[in-house]
């Protein structure tokens, strides 16, 4: 039984591993600013506070064996690229990962998985919706096209750098696009596939929904049950990465709003809107996961959808009950 703490229990990912490490039957720390909005996680402790506190991070890393760092600044297109809200991005994911590294060290903490983003990718290699270009070399000369990205690479530095001079182990992967129940549907931080869902099933009258851009930009979206796994065969290998983490099968916005549409039984049409939409096009290349962990997922996009939607059609149906119940 290990000892590890969880940094970011309060939200999607690192809510699903806390489950997934208890299961295992390790003694789990859990940490974040915020307790978790839909589940009561099974973790031994819970300690709520804010990570880039050097005096809270300090006291998290004691005791501790291994360290998933899932904490961040983040959110959806609706979040990260709009602009606004930079410098708190940079600010406080940066601060967050010092904070880990250096107490972790200090405190002999034996083991530490960096999530890092596909954000990190080049722009100028995810231009034709089509053919991508993402494989793990190809993140240099670097030029993401998000202050969120520029972090993210900045980061993945910053904990090789610390594998090198400390000797600490360190795993890195590059998430894409992870969705599933029990994370963010609602309030301007969710991720394309719960927007389109939650759009999806709200409409009661109406004949259409609305999407950011023409609808033809692409992504490949994976799994959580999936994402959790391939972070821990990460951890119990000798790998240290950045590796990516992410599904290979590719779909335009327009695509998979067609896929929950058919799942929901509703036919609807789309309204193209102007928004934030981020980089063309972006896969995952899983060829180096292949080779050195000899696993890819297995999980189709609309198996998970399904799973997705019907979690977030509940969610809906109980917050539209609330507003009917605050409105008599």
């Known amino acids: 039984m290990k000892r590890i703490l969880v940094n970011g229990a309060g939200g999607f990912i690192g809510g699903h591993m806390v489950k997934r490490l208890k299961s295992e039957g390790h003694w789990v720390r859990a940490a974040d600013i915020k307790r978790h909005e839909f589940s009561s996680l099974p973790a031994d402790e819970f300690v709520q506070g804010d990570l880039s506190d050097q005096r809270l991070m300090a006291s998290v890393v004691e005791g501790i064996d291994e360290i998933y760092q899932f904490a961040a600044d ?15 991005v940079m600010h406080n994911s940066a601060t967050i990962n010092l904070n880990a590294l250096h107490f972790g060290q200090k405190a002999g903490v034996k083991k530490i998985f960096y999530s890092s983003s596909a954000c990190i990718y080049p722009e100028y290699n995810q231009l034709d919706p089509l053919n991508p270009k993402c494989s793990e070399k190809s993140a240099y000369p670097a030029a993401p096209d998000s202050e969120y990205g520029w972090e993210k690479l900045f980061s993945e530095r910053l904990y090789l750098s610390y594998m090198r001079n400390y000797g600490m182990a360190v795993r890195v992967a590059r998430f894409h696009n992870i969705f599933g129940p029990e994370g963010t549907w609602t309030g301007g931080k969710e991720k394309a596939p719960a927007a ?10 109406g004949d259409e929904i609305e999407i950011w851009g023409d609808g033809e930009q692409t992504r490949s979206f994976l799994f959580i049950d999936e994402c959790i796994e391939g972070v821990r065969r990460l951890m119990e290998s000798e790998f240290t990465g950045p590796v990516n983490i992410g599904s290979e099968e590719m779909v335009s916005i327009n695509q998979l709003a067609a896929m929950v549409m058919e799942i929901a039984g509703k036919r609807l049409s789309i309204r193209h809107i102007s928004g934030p939409q981020g980089v063309r096009g972006r896969n995952s290349d899983n060829h180096l996961i292949a080779e050195k962990l000899n696993w890819k997922p297995t ?22 009950s609330a507003n009917l119940v605050g409105n008599v």
């Open 196 to 205: 389109i869902c939650r759009k999806i099933a709200e409409v009661e009258g």
């Open 74 to 88: 983040m959110g959806g297109a609706g979040y990260i690229f709009t602009g606004e809200h930079d410098a708190d």
């Open 299 to 320: 999980r189709s996009l609309r198996a998970g959808l399904e799973k997705t939607y019907r979690w977030i059609e509940e969610q809906v149906a109980v917050s539209r």
